[in-house]
């Protein structure tokens, strides 16, 4: 069972940005997808971005352009820099493990998550 801790949210001006960090507590290198996704209350949680073990990777519309995923695998580290951030990406960041392949889908196939970090943009 793998442990995933996000961490770098925080509180921004919109313009700004954020680099947030999901550190697993093993390897990453065997994972399938190391997945972004984001969540509001009252809303279903929606995928932000997504990498495979290979460096494929995937955006949801909202991020695309905007934000970018990367991992490190000698870091056991998926991060995600959000660059000209808007007040709508308020909403808390969860990171995902999904094992066996990619998967750029609904959040349900994940396997493991982290317990999120809150991202608040202010007008």
């Known amino acids: 069972q793998v442990h995933l801790v996000e961490s770098g949210g925080g509180l921004v001006q919109s313009g700004g940005s954020l680099r947030l960090s999901c550190v697993a507590s093993?390897?990453?290198?065997?994972?399938?997808?190391m997945g972004w996704y984001r969540q509001v209350p009252g809303k279903q949680r929606e995928l932000v971005a997504g990498i495979t073990s290979s460096g494929r990777t995937n955006y949801g519309d909202s991020a695309a352009g905007r934000f970018t995923i990367s991992r490190d695998n000698a870091k056991n580290t998926v991060y995600l820099q959000m660059n000209s951030l808007k007040p709508e990406d308020t909403a808390v960041y969860y990171c995902g493990a999904k094992y066996g392949g990619l998967w750029f889908g609904a959040p349900d196939k994940y396997d493991y998550w982290g317990q999120g970090t809150q991202v608040t943009v202010s007008s």
């Open positions: 093993e390897s990453i290198y065997s994972i399938g997808t």
